[in-house]
């Protein structure tokens, strides 16, 4: 018997916050949503700064440019606080 298993794409499709959560849907469907406490510099920053990312790391990553802020999705997979 064979076992089918649909690789997993962490790559960032989107990004967004609310007033306590940091939101990062992937490319494969899935969503992590952590705490923005654990990030400081995204739990100080502005409504405005935080909508402000881009992907980086090949599309693995989260870069906020004005706050200077760079997350990964297997940082964020793992559950690894600041």
Known sequence: MSIL???ADERVAGV????????????????????LAWYPRLAAATPEQRARWEVA????????PEIDEDLSTE???RG???
């Open 16 to 35: 967004r916050c609310d007033a306590d959560r940091l939101i990062v849907d992937l490319m494969d469907g899935r969503t992590i949503a952590v705490p």
């Open 80 to 82: 690894a606080a600041a």
């Open 75 to 77: 940082g964020l997979l």
């Open 5 to 7: 298993a649909t690789a």
């Open 57 to 64: 790391g090949g599309g693995y990553g989260i870069h906020w």
